[in-house]
């Protein structure tokens, strides 16, 4: 069974950092780009940042830019959002993202395999 746990997520101040993490089981993690998402209460989905399958090639939202950082650690199965200077405008729901596929995409129709999603909230 294909499984991303999303973890990681919690209530920080502007300014401050947290670190997600997607820890995946199921598929073989290292050929699999993954992508972090998010979707705020009435906006539409968006993409934060992609990780190709060998984490060489990574891209991210203009507005995350400089602020969030996309790691993957292949022996652990698990990916990664190093998110600093959080602002209140980044508070929601971060969800991971896996597809079939080395290179990334910034189009959540192409992904197969979601999580459920942690929650971020960041206060002014």
């Known amino acids: 069974e294909v499984q991303l746990v999303e973890s990681g997520g919690g209530l920080v101040q502007a300014g401050g950092s947290l670190k997600l993490s997607c820890t995946a089981s199921g598929f073989i993690f290292n050929e699999y780009a993954i992508a972090w998402f998010r979707q705020a209460p009435g906006k539409e989905r968006e993409a934060v940042s992609t990780i190709s399958s060998d984490g060489g090639i990574t891209h991210y939202a203009d507005s995350v830019k400089g602020r969030f950082t996309i790691s993957t650690d292949n022996a652990k199965n698990t990916a990664f959002l190093q998110m600093n200077n959080l602002q209140p405008e980044d508070t929601a729901l971060y969800y991971c993202?896996?597809?079939?596929?080395?290179?990334?995409?910034?189009?959540?129709?192409?992904?197969?395999?979601w999580g459920q999603g942690t929650q971020v909230t960041v206060s002014s």
């Open positions: 993202a896996a597809k079939n596929y080395p290179v990334a995409s910034m189009s959540a129709a192409v992904y197969s395999y």
